[in-house]
């Protein structure tokens, strides 16, 4: 029988999300300039560390951080999903090609969004962001259909 991977998915994408943060920090704490993340204010620093960072580092931090507070806004939805599928029973292969895509997603979002800096080539973040929505939306479609069966 082969390993169920799906509930340590949810894992998962708390640490991309995680990765997301660590880099922002990283951009900051790297750009040779006095600037500092400061972690005693994380969420009020940003006015300052717009004042000390070159706008174009700047903008790739603030990216950073927004994919991280977006890998954390669906954490929730992810793993209610993967629970439901869990108790629904559903094949372990489909719990786990449905966590492999959603983490794939995650992934390549995050790498979109940290990277991607015009209005036009952002679709493709949204995009790729509809691909994760639609792992999770299945999911729980399955899962539904399967307790109702």
Do not use: C
């Amino acid at each position: 029988m082969p390993y169920n991977y799906s509930l340590l998915s949810i894992l998962g994408t708390w640490g991309i999300a995680m990765g997301s943060h660590t880099y922002a920090i990283a951009v900051v704490n790297t750009s040779g300039r006095n600037a500092v993340f400061d972690n005693a204010n994380p969420r009020n620093q940003w006015e300052d560390l717009r004042a000390q960072l070159p706008p174009d580092l700047f903008a790739r931090s603030q990216r950073a951080q927004a994919a991280s507070a977006n890998g954390l806004e669906i954490l929730g939805f992810w793993g209610l999903a993967v629970l439901a599928g869990n108790v629904a029973q559903l094949p372990i292969k489909t719990l786990n090609d449905h966590a492999l895509v959603f983490l794939g997603s995650r992934v390549l979002y995050s790498i979109l969004y940290v990277n991607i800096s015009s209005l036009k080539l952002s679709t493709l973040r949204s995009l790729v962001w509809g691909v994760g929505i639609a792992a999770i939306s299945n999911l729980l479609w399955q899962s539904t259909v399967a307790l109702n069966a």
